[in-house]
């Protein structure tokens, strides 16, 4: 059996790490993934090459048959662009769709398990930027195509990602279709918060004694913005420690958890010493978020503002 307070730390330095790759990395730009020889169908002409986020040009000379994804989010997107069944091998928290947890596991999203990978002879691996890169260096060296993802700190990354994925496996226009499908979710949920009075939240990814929420920079917070909702640590970078003391002094009027590997993680915040004052405990509007929608950066996104919206102000979707 896992031990889940080893989860919640590893997914809170994945979290952290990530916010620092995107400190000491180049921005992304607007024309990432760019395709070279290739035209606006919906197949590019083969062979055809994609830049990765770390500027190197991929080529293809076929369509990948066989993937592996190391970052769940971007398994989500390989599924939700119909190339789910390519994947053959994943990390440890790949859950969603159902299918992917039966995925082969070839890491834990922080060390990947080369020797396996090499094993089963993929066509491309889709890594991402975290940790130590010399790790994907066997990989590369037993000629294996590596394609490198920045993770997503924004909805307009998550769709730059789907974009870039969407052209490695030679379905672009399946990419730009979901990707206007997720804008049509969010847009259509925006629209009905638009006049809402903004209620303040606090947004909690890791429990008591330590606790850790999302703030400004990240997609979580603009789940939270684009719901209506007014995060009360938006004044904050990354994913920062917060005393309890100071989630007592801002005094939200609802607290939503993402905690998913304790008993019962909304009772626990509930009988908190002290935060009997706390309006969200005394209201009692104290909630669960599904804890892989709203932690990863990809095709959930417009799912998860929907859940957040309705969560809050369950009234307007009536």
């Known amino acids: 059996m896992k031990n889940m307070k080893w989860l919640v730390v590893l997914l809170l330095s994945v979290f952290i790490v990530l ?27 083969l062979p055809y090459t994609v830049t990765d986020d770390i500027g190197k040009e991929v080529t293809f000379e ?3 048959e066989k993937v592996v994804s190391l970052q769940p989010s971007n398994t989500e997107i390989l599924f939700a662009l119909d190339a789910g069944d390519k994947v053959i091998g994943a990390t440890e928290f790949d859950d969603y769709p159902a299918q992917a947890a039966k995925i082969e596991r070839v890491s834990d999203s922080m060390t990947i398990n080369a020797e396996k990978i090499i094993a089963l002879k993929p066509d491309v691996v889709i890594a991402y930027t975290i940790g130590d890169m010399d790790t994907l260096k066997p990989l590369e060296d037993a000629g294996i195509k590596v394609f490198v993802i920045q993770s997503a700190k924004s909805f307009e990354e998550v769709y730059s990602d789907i974009n870039q994925i969407a052209q490695v496996m030679n379905v672009k226009e399946k990419g730009s279709e979901l990707i206007k499908t997720i804008k049509k979710k969010i847009t259509d949920v925006s629209e009905k918060v638009a006049n809402v009075n903004k209620t303040a939240i606090y947004f909690e990814i890791s429990p008591s004694p330590e606790l850790y929420t999302a703030g400004n920079g990240t997609f979580q917070n603009e789940i939270l913005e684009k719901a209506g909702i007014a995060n009360i640590f938006a004044d904050q970078e990354g994913w920062p420690s917060v005393s309890e003391e100071e989630v007592i002094k801002r005094n939200p009027a609802v607290i939503t958890t993402t905690v998913s590997y304790t008993e019962d993680p909304v009772g626990e915040i ?19 978020f599904d804890e892989s929608m709203m932690s990863r950066p990809g095709p959930r996104i417009g799912d998860a503002v929907e859940l957040a919206a309705k969560t809050i102000y369950p009234e307007v979707f009536k």
């Open 19 to 45: 916010a620092g790759c995107g400190n000491e990395e180049t921005e992304k730009k607007s024309d990432k993934g760019a395709v070279t020889n290739t035209e606006s169908a919906v197949s590019q002409k």
């Open 62 to 64: 076929k369509v990948p």
């Open 270 to 288: 509930k009988s908190r010493k002290g935060w009997e004052s706390v309006k969200a405990v005394t209201d009692g509007q104290v909630y669960q």
